[in-house]
Structure formats: structure tokens, C-alpha cells
């Protein structure tokens, strides 16, 4: 009954902002690291960004490192990815998903992670 709902996505013009946000129920939402992948059309799943269960710990691809913001609500269940800047070339589909990986830096691979949303589509157009 794990369940990652993602919302927020939408169509933003070039250097604009958006906001995602996804939703846990089914699990101790603490006891997981959440992450924030993309995937654009023709192209694989790539790592965006990562945070550790304490809202601390966070890790960045370097294509959005100083643009986007990851941050979780433990009270809340919820994980955000506060985007800013957007270019062109951040068009995708966001997915948020959840590791069991308790240890070390946030996960940055597809397959550390165990639950996945259904995604949400970013599209920034000039």
C-alpha cells in the first residue's frame, strides 16, 4: 500500500519556477531517503536530487546544483523539489521516489530506490 503521489508540475517559461511536491502514505516516511529523479523523452531515468531523513543531507546533480532545492516535511510526509532558473533542458517527467538506504550519502541510483510515483511533466519552453 506504499503510494508516491507527485503534483505541482506544469508548463513555465524559461528562467521561471516551479515547485514539486510528493506525498508518502504506506510507510515510516522517516525511516526512508527521498529523491527526486527526471526522465526526458528518448533518454533514461537520471538522478536529480536526494535528501537523507533528516532534511540535511542532500545531494545534487551537477545540472541542477544552485537551481533546484530539495527538502522533506517529516511531519508531513512529503518531499519538495523548489525549482528556479529552469531551462529547456529540464523538460521531463519528475518522479519522486523513497530508499531503504539508511547509511552513507543520499542514493543516487535508480536501482537503490524501492517505491516510485507515477511522476508529474515539467515543461519549460522559451
Known amino acids: 500500500q506504499v503510494q508516491l503521489v507527485e503534483s505541482g508540475g506544469g508548463l513555465v517559461q524559461v528562467g521561471g519556477s516551479l515547485r514539486l511536491s510528493c506525498a508518502a502514505s504506506?510507510?515510516?516516511?522517516?525511516?526512508?531517503?527521498m529523491g527526486w529523479f527526471r526522465q526526458a523523452p528518448g533518454k533514461a531515468r537520471e538522478f536529480v536530487a536526494a535528501v537523507l531523513w533528516n532534511d540535511v543531507t542532500t545531494y545534487y546533480a551537477d545540472s541542477v546544483k544552485g537551481r533546484f532545492t530539495i527538502s522533506r516535511d517529516n511531519t508531513q510526509n512529503t518531499v519538495a523539489l523548489q525549482m528556479s532558473s529552469l531551462k529547456p533542458e529540464d523538460t521531463a517527467v519528475y518522479y519522486c521516489?523513497?530508499?531503504?538506504?539508511?547509511?552513507?550519502?543520499?542514493?543516487?541510483?535508480?536501482?537503490?530506490?524501492?517505491?516510485w510515483g507515477q511522476g508529474t511533466q515539467v515543461t519549460v519552453s522559451s
Open positions: 521516489a523513497a530508499s531503504r538506504r539508511r547509511l552513507g550519502l543520499p542514493p543516487r541510483g535508480v536501482h537503490e530506490y524501492d517505491y
Open positions: 504506506g510507510l515510516s516516511f522517516s525511516d526512508y531517503a
